[in-house]
C-alpha cells in the first residue's frame, strides 16, 4: 500500500460500527486510521476521517446511519487525520454538536470560523448523557495534541481511546488479535515512542496512575484511532505502553535516509 486507502465498515459490536482506512508510512507499514458511529439513542460519529478519503468516508458513513440523525460528534483532537470531513459533517447533520474542549475549538477556529452554537466543551472528568447510557471524557495516558480526550461508555465497557494503543502494522485487519504479540508490541511501542514523545521525560509515578486509571475501568473493548478493534486486551495493551518510557527514544529518518528508503520500494511520498 504505497497510498491511503478506505475499507468497507465492520461492526465492533452491535452498536459500535468501525469506520477504518489506512496511511502508509514509508518504511514502517501502514497506520489505521479509524473513525467510529455509536449507535446510541442520541447518536454519536467519533472523528471524521481523513481529508484524502473524504468522498469515500461520507458514502460510508451515509450507509451506517442517516446523517440527519446524527447528535453528537466527539472530536477527539484536531489533527489532519481526524477531521477531515468535519465541515461536511456540519453541513450534512444540522442537529449535531461538536463536543470538543475549549483548547480544540480554539484550534479548530484557526482553520475556519466555527459556529459556536454547534459546539459542546466538555472536559476531561465531565461527562454526557447521550439518551441511553452515560459517556466520560478522559485524557487517555498516551496524546500528541493537548486537547485530547476520549471517554469510556459506562453502557457498554467500550473505551474510546483516541490516538492511544495505536500501532503500525504490516497488513490490514479488523480485530488486534489477529496481529502476533511481537509484531503487536513492536508495532505499538514505535507508534507510541513517534507519537508521545514525550513519554521518555515524564514522571514515571504519574504515568502508572494514568495507566492504573485505564486499568481500573476495566474497559471490555478498546477502541483506539490507530489499531484495530481489541476485545478483551485491555491488560495487554497496558502493559506494552507502560514499556515504553523506558524505551530508546524514536529517532525519525533524516532526508538522505528517507531518500535511501525510497529507493529500495519502501514506498512513495504522499501529498
Not at 447510557?133 to 486537547?147: F, G, H, M, V, W
Not at 508490541?185 to 509515578?205: C, E, F, N, Q, Y
Not at 478493534?229 to 502493559?239: I, S
Request: net charge negative; aromatic share 10%; hydrophobic share 40%.
Amino acid at each position: 500500500m504505497d497510498m491511503p486507502a478506505i475499507f468497507d465498515h465492520y461492526p465492533a459490536t452491535p452498536e459500535v460500527e468501525v469506520l477504518p482506512s489506512y496511511f502508509p508510512i514509508p518504511g514502517f507499514g501502514i497506520l489505521p486510521v479509524n473513525a467510529f458511529v455509536l449507535k446510541s439513542a442520541e447518536p454519536v460519529l467519533v472523528d471524521t476521517g481523513l481529508w484524502a478519503l473524504s468522498d469515500g468516508f461520507m458514502d460510508r458513513l451515509s450507509s451506517v446511519i442517516d446523517l440527519g440523525d446524527l447528535r453528537w460528534l466527539w472530536l477527539t483532537h484536531n489533527d489532519q487525520d481526524h477531521i477531515g470531513s468535519l465541515h461536511r459533517i456540519i453541513e450534512a447533520a444540522p442537529g449535531l454538536k461538536v463536543i470538543t474542549t475549549f483548547l480544540g475549538l480554539g484550534k479548530m477556529s484557526l482553520f475556519r470560523p466555527f459556529p459556536l452554537d454547534r459546539v459542546f466543551l466538555l472536559n476531561p472528568g465531565q461527562s454526557i448523557d447521550v439518551g441511553d447510557r452515560k459517556l466520560t471524557s478522559i485524557r487517555p495516558p498516551t496524546y500528541d495534541a493537548p486537547e485530547t480526550t476520549g471517554f469510556y461508555d459506562h453502557k457498554s465497557g467500550i473505551l474510546f481511546s483516541s490516538d492511544c494503543f495505536g500501532a503500525l502494522m504490516s497488513k490490514p485487519a479488523v480485530n488486534a488479535a489477529e496481529i502476533s504479540s511481537g509484531d503487536l508490541r513492536d508495532g505499538l511501542v514505535t507508534w507510541t515512542k513517534a507519537d508521545s514523545p514525550w513519554l521518555h521525560m515524564i514522571d514515571r509515578d504519574l504515568f502508572t496512575k494514568t495507566i492504573n486509571y485505564v486499568r481500573g475501568l476495566s474497559p471490555m473493548i478498546i477502541l483506539s484511532s490507530h489499531l484495530p478493534a481489541a476485545h478483551g486486551m485491555t491488560d495487554t495493551l497496558l502493559q506494552y505502553v507502560s514499556a515504553v518510557p523506558e524505551e530508546k527514544p524514536f529517532i525519525a529518518p533524516d532526508q538522505q535516509a528517507f531518500m535511501s528508503m525510497l529507493k529500495m520500494g519502501a514506498g512513495n511520498p504522499v501529498t
